[in-house]
C-alpha cells in the first residue's frame, strides 16, 4: 500500500524563522514520484515540486528547498526567512509507477503553516 | 493561472440531485484526473482519463461517472447526491499519464442543502 503522512497538522511561526514541513512516504514501487504542492487560503492547488525516486539531490529554489532522503523515505520541505503571503495548507504527495495506480497522486493530510507578522 | 479551467466555480443544490462539473485542461495536455477534497477524507483521487480513456480509477462511488470528450475536456457526474457529498471538487492535468506534474484547476465548491 501506498502512504503519505504528514505528521503536523499545524505550525505557526513569526515572519522571518525558518520552519521545516516534514513528509514521510510509503512505498513498495522502486520508482516513484514525489510532489509538493500549496494550497493558500483561496482555495486553488498549485504545484510547487516534482521529484523522482532516482535523484537524491536536494532542490533549492528561492526561499524553498526540499531534503530528499531515501534512506528514511522523507521528502522534507524547507522555507527559509517566512513572509506572510507563505501561510497556506502544505501538501505532500506520492505517484508511483505501478500500472495499477498510474497517475493517481496519493496525497498526505498536509500542514497549515501560519506566518504572523 | 494553472491553465485548468473548472466550471462552475460553485455549486448549491440539494439532495438527490444530479450535477455536471467541467474541467477543460491545459492546453496540450492529454491526461485528466479528479480529485475530491473534504474535511474528513482530506484530497483522494477518483478517476484519471488519457486520450479519452479510463487510465485509473480510485475511490470513486458507482453514483459518479465522468468521461473525456474528444476535444479533451472533461465531465463528472455526480447523481443522487448526498449530503456528504459536499467537498471541493479538483480537475488536474497533465501532457502525459505518468510522468509530468499534474497542474491544477481552482475547483468546483459542491454545496449540498
Redesign the interface.
Known amino acids: 500500500a501506498q502512504k503519505v503522512t504528514q505528521a503536523q497538522t499545524e505550525i505557526s511561526v513569526v515572519e522571518k524563522e525558518d520552519v521545516t514541513l516534514d513528509c514521510v512516504y510509503e512505498t513498495r514501487d522502486t520508482t516513484y ?1 514525489l ?1 509538493w ?1 500549496k494550497q493558500p487560503p ?6 510547487l515540486i ?1 521529484r523522482n525516486s532516482f535523484d537524491e539531490q536536494n532542490e533549492i529554489s528561492g526561499r524553498y528547498s526540499w531534503n530528499f532522503q531515501k534512506s528514511t523515505s522523507s521528502f522534507n520541505f524547507t522555507i527559509t526567512a517566512s513572509q506572510v503571503v507563505d501561510s497556506a495548507v502544505y ?1 505532500c ?1 506520492l ?1 508511483g ?1 505501478g500500472s ?11 500542514t497549515t503553516l501560519q506566518v504572523k507578522p | 493561472d494553472s491553465g485548468v479551467t473548472q466550471t462552475p466555480k460553485h455549486l448549491i443544490t440539494a439532495t438527490g440531485q444530479r450535477v455536471t462539473l467541467r474541467c477543460s485542461p491545459r492546453s496540450g495536455d492529454l491526461s485528466v484526473y479528479w480529485y475530491q477534497q473534504s474535511l474528513d477524507q482530506g484530497l483522494q483521487f477518483l478517476i484519471q482519463y488519457y486520450n479519452g480513456e479510463e487510465r485509473a480509477k480510485g475511490n470513486i462511488l458507482e453514483r459518479f461517472s465522468a468521461q473525456q470528450f474528444p476535444d479533451l475536456h472533461s465531465e463528472l457526474n455526480l447523481s443522487s447526491l448526498e449530503l456528504g457529498d459536499s467537498a471541493l471538487y479538483f480537475c488536474a492535468s497533465s501532457v502525459d499519464p505518468e510522468n509530468q506534474p499534474q497542474h491544477f484547476g481552482d475547483g468546483t465548491r459542491l454545496s449540498i442543502l
Open positions: 514520484y510532489f504542492y483561496s482555495g486553488e492547488l498549485v504545484f516534482r501538501f504527495a505517484r509507477r495499477s495506480n498510474t497517475g493517481k497522486l496519493i496525497f498526505g493530510q498536509g
